[in-house]
């Protein structure tokens, strides 16, 4: 009874979750995710191909929700909303792919963990490309690690596409699966999304290499290596930066990659978190060493919203087999959660709020390395207040965190106290003295 009631109550917090990103959670188009709007009207307003730098798969993708602008609200109402949209299709399809495959209770804890406990709050507030790319890949290796590499490798094609810089990922990922299954065929799938890559470059900027990249570069600061142009920052210091930077590191951002669940996973989840991994591990090392390693001026590690899948599937298998826990892994779950929902509860709450005042463009970064002009403990700082929506978001993340958390902390105590009583009665009977 008790747990066919956690159930219900976990799914009405999954849908609730969805409800309010996509009405309650505050939406804009900005920076060059203004630059694929505004790309995507000229398609169907003008039937004009743009020749931006930005790959057009994402964006094609929300032309319903552009038309559906026509009917109701405005395009751009629907397009701000299109993240959110994304995200609900790729946990339904996980949610199918995967029914009699994994236990229900996990599953619901890592949807919850990523809709309330991860970077996702903050990035479907806009209409950037992360997410399209993020849950495309994270469904489609997840579908060929289940048995179908047709639905699995032609997700993962389009969000690679979509983001051509993660090509080393997908190479990584790809040659793990290759190492695991011992069929070289899988490596086609490298081949095919280089070839979307180039045709779309072809298409749109009349040449295939021409990327609109060329001679992109940041303004000149105090950092020594800033103003160059491409892959010219060092790779330590990138690593450096991407992993512990106050600001953009994932250490911070996404803390469940410090967890290892692999003992208490499936050899299904275990291949699956595998593969996501080596993903993330191409992402990174093709990142690191770019100028634009930090992603411009967005909050926290913007290119890395793939790294949430991971993170998140570590945490939820944490919680799921809390009761297997020592007393010491469930400590150290508790802090990796709390940490992850004050990620989703600023995300969906502070963004930014003030600091565009503090880090100008000269003094950018100081968002990226000092912690209190971090974006994830700025509101520490600030008296900037968010607005009433915001409010909202953000007492449904701190929600789910309390009904994640209880489990743990009621370990927690069952656990330690034993421990605790012990340590007591052992420095009880050592002799104090004055």
């Not at 040659?175 to 069929?183: L, N, S």
């Not at 570069?217 to 950092?223: I, Y």
């Not at 909202?392 to 929600?399: A, I, K, T």
């Not at 965190?401 to 209880?406: C, E, G, K, Q, S």
């Amino acid at each position: 009874m008790i747990t066919t009631w956690r159930a219900t109550a976990e799914r009405a917090l999954i849908v609730a979750g969805l409800f309010l990103s996509f009405f309650v959670l505050p939406h804009e188009i900005i920076s060059d995710a203004m630059v694929r709007y505004l790309a995507l009207a000229e398609l169907v307003e003008w039937h004009k191909v743009s020749p931006m730098a930005y790959s057009f798969i994402g964006p094609l993708f929300s032309a319903p929700l552009y038309l559906a602008g026509k009917l109701a609200m405005t395009p751009d109402w629907w397009c701000a909303r299109f993240n959110t949209t994304v995200l609900a299709a790729g946990l339904l399809v996980m949610w199918l792919m995967t029914r009699g495959r994994i236990d229900a209770g996990l599953r619901r804890k890592f949807f919850l963990v990523l809709l309330a406990a991860s970077m996702f709050p903050n990035h479907l507030r806009g209409y950037f490309t992360e997410v399209f790319s993020s849950v495309m890949v994270a469904v489609g290796l997840w579908a060929v690690r289940l048995g179908r590499p047709g639905l699995g490798w032609s997700a993962v094609t389009l969000g690679v596409a979509n983001m051509p810089a993660t090509l080393l990922g997908l190479t990584l990922a790809t040659i793990r699966h290759v190492w695991d299954t011992r069929r070289l065929r899988h490596l086609l799938v490298i081949a095919l999304t280089v070839a979307l890559w180039l045709l779309e470059s072809w298409m749109r900027r009349g040449h295939p290499t021409w990327t609109g990249y060329q001679g992109n570069h940041g303004p000149r600061t105090v950092l020594p290596y800033s103003g160059l142009t491409g892959f010219s920052y060092p790779l330590f210091f990138g690593l450096l930066s991407v992993f512990l930077s106050f600001g953009k590191g994932l250490l911070f951002f996404a803390p469940g990659l410090l967890l290892m669940p692999r003992e208490w996973m499936s050899d299904e989840l275990n291949g699956v978190h595998r593969l996501w991994l080596w993903f993330l591990a191409g992402m990174i090392l093709v990142y690191a060493s770019w100028w634009a390693w930090f992603g411009g001026w967005f909050w926290g590690p913007r290119f890395f919203l793939f790294a949430c899948f991971p993170a998140s599937l570590a945490i939820a298998v944490r919680l799921h087999q809390v009761d297997r826990l020592p007393v010491s892994a469930v400590a150290t779950t508790l802090s990796v959660l709390t940490l992850s929902a004050w990620v989703g509860l600023s995300g969906a709450g502070f963004d930014q709020s003030d600091l565009i005042h503090s880090c100008t463009t000269e003094l950018e970064f100081l968002c990226w390395y000092v912690p209190e002009f971090s974006a994830l403990w700025y509101p520490f700082v600030t008296n900037w207040r968010p607005g009433t929506n915001a409010f909202v978001m953000m007492g449904y993340c701190g929600g789910v965190y309390l009904w994640l958390a209880a489990p743990l902390m009621r370990a927690l105590v069952t656990k330690a106290t034993p421990h605790l009583m012990r340590v007591v009665r052992d420095n009880a009977s050592a002799g104090w003295r004055f």
